[in-house]
């Protein structure tokens, strides 16, 4: 009888033994595993940062919506050259040129008894070539890199017009060493548009235009490597 009470007593220790070494095993197991998922992470973006480092290039599909208080609003649309140099993990310098044009449509006055005093112009496409500095502080350095960024120049037409915006944009790494841009910003620039004043003329004399200064709203879709 006692020997079959200590067999039993043994098969219980070992049993017991073995499911706390297993249960030990498994959290060795997952734990070697988060390291090794921590680890491709760091890894992964230290080599991003090493490939991201130096002259970069790229191209952006500009989109903005301009408006000023007393004036018909305008939108414009381009493309735009980049070029600059990732000089840390968070800071990059580069340049801005292109070109732009408002879209075209029709302004119309049919409020007045008097026809004399009515008009319906088509207005023309405006071509605007924006020169401008491009600063970026990165916030995120990963496959999906995030930053904030100050676009300051110049909005050249048939005057030279202050430009400024500042927005988000994100780095969609397709490779370490490329990216898809996509940049959301807000700001101030130019547009040729007819203003109230303007509009007091009669479509004999035709429609004053007026370069202005106008709040801004801009999109942009890029590419850069």
């Known amino acids: 009888m006692k020997r079959i ?7 219980v220790f070992s049993c017991t033994t073995i499911s706390v070494f297993g249960q030990e095993t498994t959290k060795s197991q997952l734990l070697q595993n988060e390291l090794n998922k921590k680890e491709k992470k760091l890894l992964y973006r230290a080599e991003l940062v090493e490939n991201m480092l130096g002259w970069r290039l790229g191209g952006d599909y500009s989109y903005k919506t301009l408006t ?8 414009k649309h381009g493309l735009h050259f980049t070029a600059g140099y990732r000089l840390t993990k968070r800071w990059y310098f580069g340049g801005i040129i292109g070109i ?4 075209p449509f029709d302004i119309v006055r049919d409020e007045y008894v008097d026809d004399d005093y009515n008009f319906e112009i088509p207005r023309k496409d405006k071509i605007y070539i924006p020169v401008m500095a491009d600063i970026r502080y990165y916030l995120k350095v990963a496959r999906i890199s995030t930053y904030l960024y100050t676009n300051l120049g110049a909005e050249i037409s048939n005057k030279i017009n202050f430009a400024q915006m500042y927005g988000i944009g994100f780095d969609v790494h397709t490779v370490k060493s490329q990216s898809v841009n996509v940049k959301l910003g807000f700001g101030t620039g130019c547009f040729e548009s007819a203003n109230d004043d303007c509009l007091w003329d009669t479509k004999e004399n035709g429609v004053g235009y007026g370069v202005h200064d106008g709040f801004a709203f801009s999109f942009k879709l890029g590419y850069s490597f």
């Open 5 to 11: 009470i200590l067999f039993a007593l043994i098969a």
């Open 100 to 103: 732009d044009m408002t879209t």
């Open 68 to 75: 000023l208080g007393g004036s018909i609003p305008a939108t």
